[in-house]
């Protein structure tokens, strides 16, 4: 099997489970919209974006630095590995504590359920965090299959039990039930842990360590990804926390003012959660090539630059067609994945609305991570502090003004600009970095054969939305994706060379085969 091969076999696994948990997740979200309703939902919300903030603390960069360093040196690896799950342990711990200590001095917060839902679902972000460690180590044997299966079952059993509270226990009183809703998500986490802890145990040296030395080189390498992946989360997840921070709450459900912060949630976390789904993908392709990056660079091997032009190709491929499709399928992602309640009107903005302003973030998010991972690869993380500072103080701006007048809308529309801001910082400073451009002729290719599907979809699309919004949404995917793949391939983008990534090779093919 080609190293190539694995790689891409391993992004299939993290992206095949990530699209069977994405599938679970609208679920969640379909029956938690209707049950809470866009008031409940935004509190719900709003509860989860505050810890992803702490969260980014309790990241502290160890798990990409650690991936990195342990790709430099095989021997290494069960010692790097016993420091960083040390590190992450407790970084972990301290972060989700203070975070269930802050909520309750928040003065918007007090007096619902937000405090309280923060103390309990700190438990699952570290169950979920702690996961995600053992995947550092799953990473390296590209073994992410069973990281994937992992999720898989905790977000099952978190459905079941979400059903079971909606449905059978608490049918009509989701006032009752909502720390109920949390602690299945907690549990959930619970068996995502035990399940990747286990597995991971049985095929790497799992050993607890504490070496100073190497300690103090670990996080003298990760504190410049650490601010710079808090950062980040920040400028990912401030308009939620400045839409809840910024408006008031409603009272007994009723918003007297012309925006609250808890609807507005309500409507953006739609969106944001599809949008989430979807940018998912670069994040564990790149996660895949990081080592082979990594090693390549050190060897100054002749095949970088084709690792460069595969991955930035397979990325852009894949990023411009999901952004045409979130934009121009808003409507039907909504009706299918929430209530009519969050669609917009004649007089108001939905989740719709927020869903085709952030799908334009799509394609830009695709590219700036591979920009982000090319500058984490040569050593450069320090640099993505500058650009999440400048990202974020950017975004934090605009969100200041957008939010007050013009609700989640403006605040989607402050992401987009800033989205900009974030691809052109990360693509000049890379450049700078070392000395790579994308192929012209493919990326110039890629987007005409993505404008042209777009255009013969929209047609398909526009006859296929009388027909209710599932054959909408599967008639323009399918008619998308077909003449996509078709003009791709006379165009010369998808070569024999690529599609034989997805064939078997003969067992002797070299490991270093590209």
């Known amino acids: 099997m080609t190293l190539a091969r694995k790689i891409l076999g391993n992004t299939f696994a993290q992206v095949a489970g990530r699209f069977v948990t994405a599938l679970l997740a609208v679920i969640v979200v379909k029956i938690l919209t209707v049950y809470l309703g866009q008031a409940g939902y935004g509190k719900y919300a709003t509860i989860y974006e505050f810890l992803a903030f702490f969260g980014a603390f309790a990241d502290f960069g160890i798990f990409t630095i650690a991936v990195r360093e342990m790709s430099k040196d095989k021997a290494k690896e069960a010692a790097i590995f016993g420091n960083a799950l040390v590190l992450r342990t407790f970084f972990t711990t301290g972060a989700l504590l203070l975070a269930a200590l802050t909520v309750w001095f928040i003065p918007q917060y007090r007096d619902t359920v937000i405090p309280l839902g923060v103390a309990i679902a700190a438990l699952s972000t570290f169950f979920v965090i702690m996961s995600g460690t053992f995947s550092a180590a ?186 045409i499709l979130m934009v121009m399928l808003s409507r039907e992602v909504v009706r299918i994945i929430a209530s009519e309640e969050f669609v917009s009107t004649a007089t108001s903005a939905g989740s719709d609305t927020a869903i085709r302003i952030l799908g334009l973030m799509i394609p830009l998010a695709f590219v700036s991570m591979f920009f982000g991972f090319l500058l984490i ?33 403006g605040a989607a529309y402050a992401s987009l600009m800033s989205e900009f801001v974030m691809i052109s910082l990360m693509a000049a400073f890379a450049y700078r970095a070392y000395q790579w451009h994308p192929p012209l002729g493919n990326t110039t290719k890629t987007i005409l054969a993505a404008g042209i599907s777009g255009i013969i979809a929209l047609g398909v699309h526009q006859l296929a939305e009388n027909f209710g919004s599932i054959i909408s949404l599967f008639a323009t995917s399918f008619i998308f994706a077909g003449v996509y793949y078709f003009v791709l391939r006379r165009l010369g983008v998808i070569t024999p060379e690529i599609l034989q990534l997805l064939k078997k090779t003969p067992p002797n093919q070299e490991m270093s085969d590209v």
Not at 289 to 294: E, G, K, M, Q, S
Not at 379 to 408: M, R
Request: with cysteine; net charge neutral; aromatic share 12%.
């Open 138 to 323: 799953l990473q390296m044997r590209l073994r992410m299959e069973v990281a994937a299966f992992g999720l898989i079952i905790g977000k099952v059993f978190t459905v079941v039990a979400i059903v079971a509270i909606t449905k059978l226990w608490f049918p009509s009183a989701p006032e009752e039930s909502f720390f109920w809703l949390i602690w299945a998500g907690t549990i959930g986490g619970a068996i995502t842990f035990g399940i990747t802890a286990l597995v991971t145990m049985r095929i790497f040296p799992v050993r607890i360590a504490f070496d100073w030395a190497l300690v103090k080189q670990l996080l003298f390498e990760a504190a410049p990804f650490a601010v710079a992946l808090a950062l980040n989360t920040f400028y990912l997840r401030m308009d939620i926390l400045l839409l809840s921070l910024f408006l008031p709450i409603t009272t007994d459900g009723i918003c007297a003012e012309r925006f609250c912060g808890d609807t507005e949630v309500g409507s953006y976390a739609v969106a944001a959660r599809m949008v989430e789904i979807v940018v998912m993908i670069p994040i564990y392709f790149m996660n895949s090539v990081l080592p082979t990056l990594t090693r390549t660079l050190a060897e100054k091997s002749h095949l970088l630059t084709k690792i460069l032009n595969n991955a930035f190709a397979f990325l852009l491929a894949v990023g411009l067609p999901a952004g």
């Open 377 to 409: 690869a040569i050593g450069k993380q320090s640099t993505l502090i500058w650009i999440n500072l400048s990202t974020v103080t950017f975004n934090l701006l605009a969100d200041t003004w957008a939010i007050p007048h013009y609700g989640f809308v």
